[in-house]
């Protein structure tokens, strides 16, 4: 069986499995267009993607990832399905109880919430393009009127509060993240677009921890990410 496709809460979720498991999970947490349904995800639909699933595979790697109510900026509902999404996972297979966890985009906000609500759980976090401050990334929209709007939208129904509410709460936010946990942690940026050379002069801004020290590569080499990946995980998997 190559994956299995089953719902939580009316959301589906995909488990994707190697021909040779090496006993341990990675939980992946997508971008804005992230989806999961009955029989298909975004990264298997995804050609760079699914070269990353199936190298991830290869080295045996359980991979597991939901809908996660799709566009859900971080949501607390998100959040819980995750938790609960691993809780069903580490009873259903045959795993290390210490997951690694890849989210990209706007799946970082979730996966830095994870991080405070699953303490030694996880084994280790990669953020491919994250977007980390939600604040910071409303203030860049803000010069986009339409995109802000769809933005908002999105938002407002996500976190299920008024745009007025929402905005205030966001903007009352502390601009730096806390990203200083045990558990160790690698953000890669991918440099394309001239909206990635903004975000990553936002990481001096925003990131509270030395420890941290993003890795930026050129589009032509996004052919090396699978590499990058198995060769980060590994490094963190001599202590069970």
């Not at 938002?155 to 299920?160: D, G």
Request: aromatic share 10%; proline share 3%; charged share 25%.
């Amino acid at each position: 069986m190559e994956n299995r496709n089953f719902q939580m809460d009316t959301q589906w979720n995909i488990i994707h499995y190697p021909e040779k498991p090496k006993g341990f999970g990675i939980l992946i947490i997508g971008d804005e267009r992230h989806f999961v349904d009955e029989s298909k995800c975004f990264w298997t639909q995804n050609e760079g993607k699914l070269a990353i699933i199936n190298e991830l595979k290869d080295a045996g790697y359980t991979i597991f990832s939901s809908n996660l109510y799709g566009r859900n900026w971080g949501s607390e509902d998100a959040v819980e399905l995750a938790q609960r999404l691993y809780q069903h996972v580490i009873r259903s297979e045959i795993l290390n109880n210490k997951i690694h966890i890849l989210a990209e985009g706007m799946g970082a906000l979730a996966a830095i919430k994870l991080l405070e609500k699953m303490k030694g759980s996880i084994r280790s976090l990669v953020l491919l393009n994250p977007i980390l401050s939600l604040k910071n990334h409303l203030e860049q929209e803000k010069e986009h009127k339409f995109f802000y709007k769809k933005l908002m939208r999105e938002l407002t129904a996500a976190h299920q509060t008024d745009q007025s509410t929402l905005e205030n709460e966001i903007f009352k936010m502390d601009e730096v993240v806390n990203l200083d946990y045990e558990c160790p942690i690698t953000i890669i940026q991918v440099l394309s677009g001239g909206k990635a050379y903004t975000q990553s002069k936002l990481y001096q801004k925003v990131i509270n921890t030395p420890k941290i020290n993003p890795i930026f590569i050129l589009p032509e080499k996004k052919p090396q990410l699978g590499t990058m990946l198995i060769k980060f995980f590994n490094s963190h998997e001599k202590v069970l």
